[in-house]
């Protein structure tokens, strides 16, 4: 009796073993984790990957370079695209970042979708642009208590072609548990000086990235990033422009106005910087300098928290407050927001209100 037992346990374990066995080989099957290949732009460039990883970072082994601000974890939304066929099902997850708009149009999140299958797919032309850099880090060095500037010297390829106002994706290295990551990073260099990338980087506390810049990031190492990204840039128009930004948002703006010098740009622009206190400020001298260096610049700082009794004679208050000062009427003004989504959320409610034209606000959101 207990032999017949033992033994139907035995048959039972070892028929649970073939079956799960030939589960496995049938999901490798089904997942078609062999070669899938990923048809762009109805033909315009078909690769051959391996299935099994997500659309964004198949791509990027074949270095088609889709932004993601989040470095792939289904919380930025920036890595959309148009799949067409073989996306598989939506989760819930990529489905609260789809508007009904996205869903008519097919858009998915690259990150989200996993290759499985032969994928038809549309993405827009100039991120074929976009390369993976190598370089090493040149200079490091704090511009505030809480921010640093990166100039980071290229070495393969050498010089990088891109617009004043777009960003990279930087890649942090392994520490102290943490696994690589990539964020996304505005340029503050002007694109005149292609053989370099500046960024300017506001430690986050925990932040995985920013604690690998500040913490272990040293001069002389050797920095990997893809590039560039984004549509934040200068229109061609010559319409009056106010510029608005707070902490690191400052990288994008200090850009474009090194390319206005450069140019001979000489529309009436004005640029609002947002602080707490005197120490959040950076570049100032500068910054007062382009006022006698361009045409018709200024540059009015505000402070939100300096003390009453220190020696700050410029403006006090939120930028909401100061701007209709300086702007009675912004109707044909064009404007440029960079920084934290409260504070471009506030500032984009006064420029409204002070009569400017929806369609003529640009900004990069930096959360
Ligand atoms: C297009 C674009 C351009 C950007 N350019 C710049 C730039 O030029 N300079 C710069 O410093 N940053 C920039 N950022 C933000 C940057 O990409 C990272 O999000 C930021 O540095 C935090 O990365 P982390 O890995 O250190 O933090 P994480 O580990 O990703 O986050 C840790 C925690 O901090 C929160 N958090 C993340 N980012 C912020 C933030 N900015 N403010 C407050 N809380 C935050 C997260 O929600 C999380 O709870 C940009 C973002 C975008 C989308």
């Not at 139907?8 to 899938?36: Q, V």
């Not at 140019?263 to 910054?287: V, W």
């Not at 960079?338 to 400017?356: E, F, M, R």
């Amino acid at each position: 009796m207990l032999v017949s037992i033992f033994s139907a346990a035995a048959f039972l374990a070892i028929l649970t073993l073939i079956l799960a066995a030939a589960l496995l080989f049938a999901e490798h099957r089904i997942l078609n984790y062999g070669p899938c290949t990923l048809d762009i732009n109805d033909g315009g460039k078909t690769l051959v990957v391996t299935g099994g990883s997500s659309l964004l970072s198949s791509l990027a082994e074949k270095d088609v370079f889709i932004p993601s601000a989040c470095g792939g974890r289904g919380s930025c939304a920036y890595c959309k695209v148009r799949v067409l066929e073989g996306g598989g099902v939506i989760g819930p997850v990529e489905e609260s970042y789809l508007s009904p708009e996205d869903l008519k149009n097919q858009v998915r999140l690259s990150c989200q979708v996993k290759v499985r299958q032969d994928i038809r797919l549309a993405i827009p032309e100039e991120l074929f642009l976009a390369k993976r850099f190598r370089g090493f880090l040149e200079r490091k060095r704090m511009l505030t208590y809480d921010i640093v500037e990166l100039r980071i010297v290229l070495r393969e390829p050498q010089r990088i072609e891109f617009a004043a106002g777009q960003y990279i994706q930087l890649e942090s290295e392994e520490y102290a548990g943490h696994d690589a990551v990539m964020r996304a990073y505005s340029i503050s260099s002007p694109p005149s000086d292609d053989g370099h990338v500046e960024v300017i980087i506001r430690k986050i506390p925990e932040g995985i990235c920013t604690t690998w810049v500040f913490d272990h990031l040293q001069e002389g190492r050797e920095i990997f990033f893809s590039g560039p990204y984004g549509d934040f840039q200068l229109t061609e128009t010559k319409a009056p422009a106010v510029f608005i930004a707070g902490g690191s948002g400052m990288a994008p703006i200090w850009s474009i106005l090194r390319e206005m010098l450069q140019r001979g740009d000489k529309r009436q622009a004005m640029y609002f910087f947002s602080g707490r206190t005197k120490d959040d400020l950076f570049f100032t001298e500068e910054l007062f300098a382009l006022e006698k260096e361009l045409p018709d610049f200024r540059y009015i700082p505000c402070l939100t928290r300096e003390p009453e009794d220190s020696d700050w004679k410029g403006e006090r208050g939120r930028i909401p407050k100061v701007l209709p000062r300086f702007i009675a009427d912004a109707a044909g003004f064009e404007a440029y927001l960079c920084g934290s989504t409260s504070l471009i959320d506030a500032c984009v409610a006064a420029l409204k209100q002070a009569g400017i034209n929806e369609s003529n606000i640009f900004y990069d959101k930096f959360e």
